[in-house]
DNA sequence: ACCTTACTTTCCAAAGC
DNA sequence: GCTTTAAAAAGTAAGGT
């Protein structure tokens, strides 16, 4: 019984870096892309949104850049590839190879069953609950180390995970802790 | 060995400068809440409990003292809203909410959340009303709780539209505006709370 | 009253103030 | 700590019709 198998979590944005091994000349690369921003003096690093996969890339002249938005792994890997080419079109010698990591993934998911929110913060440890501030209590898992933001309506939301696997696994334990403390 | 001595006089005096500009900034801020002393003295003991524990480094004395502040009436259930707060010290509201985190986590205080029942008291005196609209507007609320219907709901709001269910229904009538504006809270967050309290609760009577 | 927009919370990387 | 990006959850707020 209590099958917490069951869960299905539906990842809603992914947040990937890429270190390209070269620096870039922002100036020079930037007429690549269209529709670009860069404020130095508000950001360091250039905005390029793309409309498919719909993310945004923040391009730094380090050569290293941050793609967010994806809701799954290969669009993000995708959408890098697509703004790291156009670049290349304008500099050549940017590297066909480079090292991609992913740094975070968010998910939602519904315990399907309402919770008292006020009794979760009584007795699941590790747990914020300012109900005038936020709706959401926030839980913090150690492992994995991973936090999730629990609401009155029983939907759930899981950040902090670097796999699918442990916002999965945050979401079942969680549940599971839930179902321990008769909470659920 | 005098020069040491030296140092630590320093020291201690600048140590004991801001506590005296500290204890000034908490009654600065008590006074224009209106707090009881026993409050003001429940936030300096939070505060001295803060600089015991090395706990100001890289913070404000006036954001630390704040969240002291918001603490203490918090403990002593005279809650004041983070907005409260803010508006008579000079830190954000931003500020003295991650402030008292820091705090909460770091002293090892655990205040349960703020109930709304807490805000009946205050806001119905401010209102005018009657200790027994007040005790039928806890009424409503603890039903409220019971049945979880506050659970991520702004306990102001709760306590602002039980507040005006109960004004209706013994005949001391308040508009949505006037506990609105003493809530801190907009007609529409009383709309909506009354909407589910009046659907979802017996109230024994129909508004 | 409705609708839309927007802000609150959590997470993370990037370069630099 | 801040700046910028993205996304979900649900409550609250503000402005327009």
């Not at chain 1, 996969?53 to 730094?60: D, E, S, V």
């Not at chain 1, 309402?114 to 926030?138: I, K, R, S």
């Not at chain 1, 898992?141 to 995970?161: M, Q, R, W, Y």
């Not at chain 2, 090395?54 to 404000?60: A, C, P, T, V």
Request: aromatic share 4%.
């Amino acid at each position: 019984m209590t099958d917490v198998t069951d869960v299905k979590i539906k990842v809603e944005n992914i947040v990937a870096s890429a270190t390209l091994g070269k620096s870039l000349e922002l100036p020079k690369v930037a007429p690549a892309l269209e529709g670009v921003e860069y404020n130095v003096e508000q950001f360091p690093g250039l905005v390029y949104k793309l409309k498919e996969p719909k993310t945004a890339a923040l391009i730094f002249g380090s050569g290293k850049l941050v793609c967010t938005g994806a809701k799954s792994i290969e669009n993000s890997i995708k959408a890098i590839h697509i703004a790291v080419d156009k670049m290349r079109s304008l500099d050549p010698d940017i590297p066909h190879e480079f090292e991609i990591k992913i740094q975070n993934i968010v998910a939602s998911a519904n315990l399907m069953s309402t919770l008292n929110l006020e009794a979760v913060a009584m007795d699941l440890e590790n747990t914020e609950y300012e109900p005038e501030q936020f709706p959401g209590l926030v839980y913090r898992l150690g492992e994995p180390k991973v936090v999730l933001l629990l609401f009155g309506s029983g939907k759930v939301v899981c950040t902090g995970a670097k796999s699918k696997e442990d916002a999965q696994l945050g979401v079942e334990k969680t549940k599971e802790r839930l179902i321990e403390l008769d909470l659920i | 060995r005098l020069r040491k001595w030296q140092r630590k006089i320093r020291i201690s005096g600048a140590t004991e400068r801001n506590l005296a500009f500290a204890l000034s900034e908490l009654d600065r801020d008590s006074s224009r809440l209106g707090l009881p002393r026993s409050v003001r003295e429940a936030a300096s003991v939070v505060y001295r409990n803060a600089v015991e524990n090395k706990l100001i480094r890289g913070r404000s004395i006036e954001g630390v003292v704040a969240a002291s502040l918001y603490a203490a009436c918090r403990r002593c259930n005279v809650p004041r809203t983070l907005d409260e707060i803010a508006e008579v010290s000079r830190v954000t509201k931003k500020e003295v909410g991650r402030t008292y985190r820091f705090l909460t986590r770091e002293l090892n205080i655990k205040l349960p959340p703020t109930s709304p029942v807490d805000y009946v008291p205050r806001f119905a005196s401010e209102l005018g009303l009657s200790g027994e609209v007040q005790s039928k507007a806890i009424d409503i609320i603890e039903q409220a709780m019971a049945k979880g219907l506050t659970s991520g709901r702004g306990p102001t709001g709760v306590a602002a539209a039980a507040l005006y269910i109960a004004s209706v229904l013994l005949g001391e009538r308040k508009t949505q505006r006037d506990v609105a504006d003493i809530a801190g809270v907009t007609e529409v967050t009383i709309r909506n709370r009354y909407k589910e309290l009046t659907e979802q609760l017996d109230m024994g009577v129909t508004l």
